[in-house]
């Protein structure tokens, strides 16, 4: 595997700390690229599709090869309900003409069939200048030539047999079928293998590969003589790992652990007493509140959004430019960052799709906002002379737009405080664990959440379960009210797998690390009574 050169005709030269950055992402893992995809005739695209577009005019062009293949397994009761697996492969040409971005796309992958794309590329271009009233200009970055990135994990999932992996699921659905008061248990593992390939008319070629999955089991329980059922899910979260994380080879996840108590707490949720409503000292956990990061911060720091771009579909944001540097977004322990190198990460990746290398920097520092997430068109527009490679698009016939990298609210740097610690602070409280379901408005300001299991915290220590919780605030009210943040030894990466965005819509995976909070006085809802049950 090979770093990258820089500092060639049309690229500028790599600082130390940068080329120190470099060497860290484009070595993820001693493992390669597989053959398969790396016996397309990428070369010969990359070359047909630049030198048709540059003959036709284009300033900038790049090609991108993707290659996405899925599985999906879902078992209900210990038997397969389905099983779907699907592949997709396709090449796209983006171009810049005039100051207006053309783009297109194809299914075939031919050197003909390349340049007929960048062809057509160039005319989109072309068409859309009339109505182009934004002069795209892209940041510079280094060029990178000829290399590779692929992710860190240890065995490919999609190597495994489908009916070793139904097996496993069996075996784990199997443990909490048979406890006393399980109805029912569903089990599901879903498995990603995505391939780039980038080449650009500066000279950088880069070739990746990554995957993810996430596995999760949720056990049901019926009262039919009183029509309610309550059910308790495993909140491993989806990750940038192999099958090893499935099986617990990796120590990463205690699912053993986990299987066996989920019974007994199931069981002691159906009997807990409804919650009190009003505020409330909350400890939360990470299986918690990374949900709650993704949709007050993460989409609310993402530039696009925050200038309008999305404001006819998924809303805009209340942190706007105009607030970088003064916006108290929390309390001066808030250290919040961007991260596309996460190790594991879902949307940690070695470069972009604008070929722009992996970087981590801050969104939030001391509690201000000092940050957004961008790409080469964004960054000049925000006056930085670099994007932090925020670029990606799920699809070969979608356009790169600025997506989620893997944002994170940073640990106590001076001291290890745990969990145990936070809740021995609270005199009377609620400690959150797991997400379930959440509401925010198109501005990411007011929202509420709620949680998969809500322990009673009296004079510092848990008293039992609690039910009908549900979390309320507005953004800057929540971190705000964060008194205390946990130590290196609470932080650990939740996350997502379909976070949706742009028209027409793609979806992206993203992991938020953070560790456990305390935050003093939230406003707490009891949703039975709000559901006016």
Known sequence: MQTSTAGKPGGRKLSRREQTRLERVSTATSKDVDAEFLDLPLAALADAALAAAKAAGAEHADLRVHRLVTQSIRLRDGRVESITDNAELGLAVRVIVDGTWGFASHAALTPDTAADVARRAVTVARTLRALNRERVELADEPIYDNVRWVSAYDLDPFTVPTTEKVALLQDYAGRLSSADGVDHVTASVQQVKEQTFYADTAGSSITQQRVRLHPALEATTVDSSAGVFETMRTLAAPVGRGWEYVTGADGVWDWQGELARIPEWLAEKVKAPTVTPGPTDLVIDPTNLWLTIHESIGHATEYDRAIGYEAAYAGTSFATPDKLGTLRYGTPIMHVTGDRTEAHGLASIGYDDEGVAGQRWDLVRDG???????????????????????????????????????????????????????????????????????SIDMQRYNFQFTGQRFFRIRDGKLDGQLRDVAYQATTTDFWGAMEAVGGPSTWQLGGASNCGKAQPGQVAAVSHGCPSVLVRGVNILNTRTEAGR
């Open 368 to 438: 201000i906002l000092v940050g957004y997430q961008l790409d080469r068109v964004f960054a000049p527009r925000l006056g930085l002379d670099r994007s932090n490679g925020c670029s990606y698009a799920d699809s070969a016939h979608h356009v790169p737009i600025q997506r989620m990298a893997n944002v994170s609210l940073q640990p106590d740097p001076e001291r290890d405080t745990s969990t145990e610690e936070l809740i021995s602070r609270v005199e009377n409280g609620i400690y959150i664990v797991g997400d379930k379901s959440w």
